[in-house]
């Protein structure tokens, strides 16, 4: 009697250490198809090493006969083939079209989105209010509480003139005020001296000459710590620029070519600077002045090639700087994918090309009103200079680009449906849209006038 006893507690503990060996196999497996495609290697080593620790136990095995036996390693087995062999399948450059792919193309389906229609994805945590939040939640940016605009500057986009323009043209209760000297704005809010701004004019390059996505939301919060002396709780809207991939490449190409390096950028990614053999430069002197476009073209390291892409991402997940970290054709799937998440997570973004919608969704989303309409410059350097360029150069700048123009398209398309959500609100949008840029009262700006002195009233940490 005893010893049937011990047997039936024998084979309940064995169905029970069954159940748990397949409620963990299966639990891994779904987890495996949620995460990227380079946790899986991880995933694989756990499963190998839980089938050799756990060698199906002497009292497991001594109770099954050897046809069960056989049949159940077979089992593990081919599951452990099966993963294997997705895992290699993952991380060959013919067959990388795995979630990341379903990921972003879930994201050109579905233009208009919010976090909540895609909860898998994992790219960053939130770092701000988005266009959705800002209409659907109706938060509005208030200056006179903890809200700070972030503008992520990408260069050759025409963020310097919108820069200006925030710094020097916004109808506000208290205006920017200038100095010649440093062309430095302090941009405080009206009730205390504190900053609404985060751009090149008002606070400078805190997080690095043109500083990236990566870089931004992982210093922004800290150094407006330090410049208020306290941490805060602040909400925060990013805001940036893109430009026609194919105009702007080429518009940094003329600006190097004069002698522009941007050495100064830190390229700040996984707690540490990019290093030298991460991004060896494309000259060998202090400048690449002269440079030809095909050697522009060339140099498979130039910064200049999708830079917007890669501006806009979140760099950790692809290994920061370290290419040999996977292989290129996941790696360019993951930062568009993110490029065209982060983006879409924006409060607000414009388009070159679009200077008044910009104009228009700007005011809309943020209740601010500009004294002065946006320029559009419909005829530029980089313009004339592409009907100059030979039939397989311009090719091969599409080719290089093929990230950033991907990126551009799906901007533009979101551009223009929040464009249509705004004005299908807005009452009064064709009074607005004729009279763009003109308030009853406008402040005439120079950059070469001194507006204000610089007294230590005004001054806080640069």
């Not at 400078?204 to 939301?217: N, R």
Request: aromatic share 16%; charged share 25%; hydrophobic share 40%.
């Amino acid at each position: 009697m005893i010893q049937n006893k011990k047997e039936l507690i024998k084979i309940y503990l064995n169905i029970n250490l069954l159940k748990q060996f397949l409620f963990f196999f299966f639990f891994l497996i779904i987890i495996h198809h949620w995460f990227f495609a380079y946790f899986r290697s991880i995933l694989f080593r756990i499963l190998s090493n839980f089938y050799n620790e756990f060698k199906f136990s002497d009292c497991f095995m001594h109770n099954l006969n050897m046809e069960s036996k056989i049949k159940f390693k077979k089992f593990v087995t081919l599951c452990l083939v099966f993963t294997f062999l997705e895992n290699i399948c993952s991380f060959t450059s013919d067959n990388v079209n795995v979630k990341i792919s379903r990921l972003m193309y879930r994201l050109g389906d579905n233009v208009e989105i919010d976090s909540t229609s895609f909860p898998h994805i994992n790219f960053k945590k939130k770092t701000g209010l988005n266009f959705d939040d800002i209409l659907n939640e109706k938060f509005h940016f208030d200056m006179n509480a903890h809200d700070v605009m972030v503008f992520l500057h990408i260069q050759k986009t025409g963020g310097t003139s919108f820069g200006r323009h925030l710094v020097q043209d916004l109808d506000l209760q208290r205006p920017c005020t200038c100095q010649r000297k440093h062309k430095r704005c302090y941009c405080f809010r009206p009730n205390r001296n504190e900053n609404w701004l985060f751009s090149r004019y008002s606070t400078g390059w805190k997080c690095g000459l043109h500083a990236d996505w990566t870089e931004l939301t992982n210093c922004v919060n800290s150094e407006l710590d330090k410049n208020e002396g306290e941490p805060v709780k602040r909400r925060y809207f990013y805001i940036t620029l893109l430009r026609n991939p194919i105009s702007r490449f080429l518009s940094e190409f003329k600006h190097v070519q004069r002698g522009a390096t941007w050495k100064n950028s830190r390229h700040w990614c996984g707690g540490r600077v990019a290093t030298k053999d991460e991004l060896p430069k494309c000259y060998s002197g202090l400048t690449w002045k002269n440079v030809s476009l095909d050697e522009f073209l060339n140099c498979s390291h130039n910064l200049a090639i999708n830079r917007q892409t890669r501006m806009m991402s979140d760099l950790s997940l692809i290994g920061c700087y370290n290419k040999s970290y996977m292989v290129p054709t996941l790696r360019n799937k993951i930062i568009l994918a993110s490029a065209k998440y982060n983006l879409a997570s924006m409060a607000f973004f414009a388009l070159t090309e679009y200077q008044k919608i910009g104009q228009y969704v700007f005011e809309e989303i943020f209740n601010l009103r500009f004294a002065v309409p946006f320029a559009q410059y419909n005829s530029t350097r980089s313009g004339a200079y592409i009907a100059k360029l030979r039939p397989e150069q311009l090719e091969k700048i599409r080719k290089v680009n093929e990230l950033d123009l991907e990126l551009y398209e799906f901007a533009k398309s979101l551009m223009f449906k929040r464009f249509e959500r705004l004005r299908s609100r807005d009452s009064n949008f064709k009074t607005r849209w004729q009279h763009l840029g003109e308030l009853s009262v406008q402040a005439e700006f120079n950059w070469d006038e001194e507006i204000e002195p610089e007294s230590p009233g005004n001054r806080f940490n640069t």
